[in-house]
T-cell receptor, first 112, second 117 residues
Framework: AQSVTQLGSHVSVSEGALVLLRCNYS??????LFWYVQYPNQGLQLLLK??????LVKGINGFEAEFKKSETSFHLTKPSAHMSDAAEYFC??????????FGKGTSLLVTP | DGGITQSPKYLFRKEGQNVTLSCEQN?????MYWYRQDPGQGLRLIYY???????QKGDIAEGYSVSREKKESFPLTVTSAQKNPTAFYLC????????????????FGQGTRLTVV
């Protein structure tokens, strides 16, 4: 079965440091890939998505992700963390005609 | 304002009761979804619907039921058969099932937190 794996349930970075959240997918056929962010007791907001148009995808709030087929990865990065980036981040995948399937999430903590 | 509205935000259920969570969208989306979120588990798909009067079971449909009588509405009933219903429930919609292009995405409601008392 296809899936995504998020490495690290908790990640802590200092304010101003690089943010790197890891996501690997298992599929012989590249699916559609997404990153969502969730603030406490809120719904999910789309950060960015890969739909095969470009391997480097830029999203909102300064985030970006690079699709690497050779590594089956879609890691999320941001050059400089801000306190407001503290949230839960979910990697998700889908194929045409199917619902989104989510990873287990990574909680990002940003320290002053 | 276009979007998805879930109500209530908080819901308390006694053992053995059925409760219904509301989800309404005014985005003119065909596809709607229900997810359950538990700490450390991510989001798990309960049910989804591609069109009015049609819906499909997701990965954890046991103990839940849905209806799709109107395009705008996709209520979820948590039945007494659901043994561990305490969770955060999220409703979402998209233009079409799995139709992900540069300009399409799934929109999520703000969630309903259900607690069994």
């Amino acid at each position: 079965a296809q899936s995504v794996t998020q490495l690290g349930s908790h990640v802590s970075v200092s304010e101003g440091a690089l943010v790197l959240l890891r996501c690997n997918y298992s599929s012989s056929v590249p699916p559609y890939l997404f990153w969502y962010v969730q603030y406490p007791n809120q719904g999910l907001q789309l950060l960015l998505k890969y739909t095969s148009a470009a391997t480097l995808v830029k999203g909102i709030n300064g985030f970006e992700a690079e699709f690497k087929k050779s590594e089956t990865s879609f890691h999320l990065t941001k050059p400089s963390a801000h306190m407001s980036d503290a949230a839960e981040y979910f990697c998700a995948y889908s194929n045409s005609g199917y619902a989104l399937n989510f990873g287990k999430g990574t909680s990002l903590l940003v320290t002053p | 304002d276009g979007g998805i509205t879930q109500s209530p935000k908080y819901l308390f259920r006694k053992e053995g009761q059925n409760v219904t969570l509301s989800c309404e969208q005014n985005l003119n989306h065909d596809a709607m979804y229900w997810y359950r979120q538990d700490p450390g588990q991510g989001l798990r798909l309960i049910y989804y619907s591609q069109i009015v009067n049609d819906f499909q079971k997701g990965d954890i449909a046991e103990g839940y039921s849905v209806s799709r009588e109107k395009k705008e509405s996709f209520p979820l009933t948590v039945t007494s058969a659901q043994k561990n219903p305490t969770a955060f429930y999220l409703c979402a919609s998209s233009i079409d099932l799995g139709k992900w292009t540069t300009n399409t995405e799934a929109f999520f409601g703000q969630g309903t937190r259900l607690t069994v008392v």
